[in-house]
């Protein structure tokens, strides 16, 4: 297996790089914000509880969302060649859950792509993105509060996987080809990549 953390501030391009990495490469994916949202359509009482913190743009807590990931991971994702983590880790807590999981399962963390933006683009993608996505979530107010919970909470973990020498900074501006281009480089460097599906 071949497990990869995609990294970033909402708005970051996570999703968009995620799933180009998924036709090149096969690995399963687990978006924890998309786990979150279908429960939230299936009106599901975790999907009530979920909305109540996503729609403050608070993050779920930590022991609830160890859990869903836990199951999410022995549905399908251990007979997968590896998985793109997207959203997931987003505290300390997370990651070091994270870790002790998949080494249950005989597995690690591979590499962290961290997908770096400036803030006012951040905010100018997350604003265009809720004209058309209907995300309660994606409106000037929740966008600031999710921006600093994301400082606050989720960045230090940059520094949790720079000292695991698997962080990979990647500028997240221009085209998505250039940006897949340079996340492309970055895996392939690793001795333990996928095959490509292109090459
Ligand atoms: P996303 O689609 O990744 O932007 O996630 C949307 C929202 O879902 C976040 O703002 C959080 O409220 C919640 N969420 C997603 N992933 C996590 C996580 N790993 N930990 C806590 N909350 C999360």
Redesign the pocket.
Known sequence: MFNLVIFGA??SG??TQSDRIIDEYGLYHI???????DQINKGTKLGKI?DA??S???????K??VDI?AQELDKNALTSKGVIF??????IE?AKALKEMLAKRGSKVHAVVGLEVDEDELVDRLLKRGQQSG?S?DNLE?INK?LD?YHSTTRPLKEYYTTEQKYHAINGTGSIDEIFDKVKKTIDSHPEAPKRATK
């Open positions: 909402p708005g996570k999703g978006s924890t914000g998309e786990l979150l949202r979920a913190y996503i403050k743009g608070q993050l779920i807590p930590d609830l969302m990931l997207d959203g997931f880790p987003r505290t997370q995300r979530d929740t999710r919970v």
